[in-house]
């Protein structure tokens, strides 16, 4: 309670970027992979998804022309115009697990499933080091176990979150959370559904290692055969010559320690 009464709060420098909401979402809505990509229709937006922390889930485009814009605005569903396509930190509204704090890369929009904040001050994205060190914060264990304090329910609204602790921005958390959001952005480009998806790095190195394994486990068992009246001479260099197999094949119980 110290720490929250004597610390400026996430709200004197981050504020909430609103929401899009369509009010027709199986009209405006589409998974990437169902339009034509290029014809300047389509944005994407953060519309909450599976936990993922860091990057991900962004596999949903809304309809962004000038008719649907027109909709959206009829009702009240657009957001602030001069943040909808700047860098923010987003998250599931709903969760019955920790939070997953996310980017909210520049160019998407966002729903009422994905609060999202954004900074008050330009944020030069050249250096992410505010918005990086902010949520690295939002992703740790104190963050879980104050959020948790302060709001037991599944939802958590910008409220609970820009009411939070507001830490002094660090370089070193920086760059730990730089390398995060690369494992985090590799890992997701491995879904079939992420718009980065080339193929699984499985099949790649299935493709690139099979020959040779095949190669190295044939020659074991042709020595293993011609030393088979030597059996304890036979298992040692059998197992001494085994740990040659790439490392990258060990996933498949063909050798190394």
């Keep these: 309670m110290e720490i929250l009464n004597n610390t400026k709060s996430i709200a004197s420098a981050w504020q909430s970027g609103g929401r899009l909401k369509t009010h027709n979402n199986l009209k405006f809505l589409r998974y990437w992979w169902e339009i034509l990509l290029g014809d300047g229709r389509w944005k994407p937006i953060e519309d909450g998804g599976s936990f993922r922390r860091w990057a991900g889930n962004d596999y949903i485009v809304v309809d962004y022309s000038p008719a649907a814009i027109s909709a959206y605005r009829e009702k009240g569903g ?7 396509d700047k860098q923010g930190i987003t998250w599931n509204l709903i969760t019955s697990a920790d939070n997953a704090f996310r980017i909210k890369r520049e160019g998407n929009a966002y729903s009422s499933a994905a609060p999202t904040i954004i900074s008050i001050d330009d944020v030069d994205i050249s250096d992410n080091t505010t918005v990086l060190s902010l949520l690295g914060q939002l992703n740790s264990k104190s963050t879980a176990y104050i959020l948790e304090g302060l709001n037991p329910t599944l939802n958590t609204t910008i409220h609970d979150v820009t009411r939070l602790p507001l830490f002094k921005s660090s370089n070193q958390i920086a760059l730990i959370v730089t390398e995060n959001l690369s494992i985090s952005s590799a890992d997701w480009s491995e879904s079939e559904t992420a718009g980065s998806f080339l ?6 190195n299935i493709a690139e290692h099979t020959v040779l394994v095949i190669c190295h486990i044939h020659r074991r068992i042709s020595k293993i055969r011609v030393t088979a009246k ?28």
């Design 78 to 84: 657009l957001p602030n115009q001069k943040l909808i």
């Design 199 to 204: 193929t699984f790095s499985l099949v790649t």
């Design 230 to 257: 030597h059996p304890f001479k036979k298992l040692a260099t059998w197992w001494h010559k085994i740990q040659n197999v790439p490392k990258k094949c060990q996933t498949f119980g063909l050798g190394g320690h």
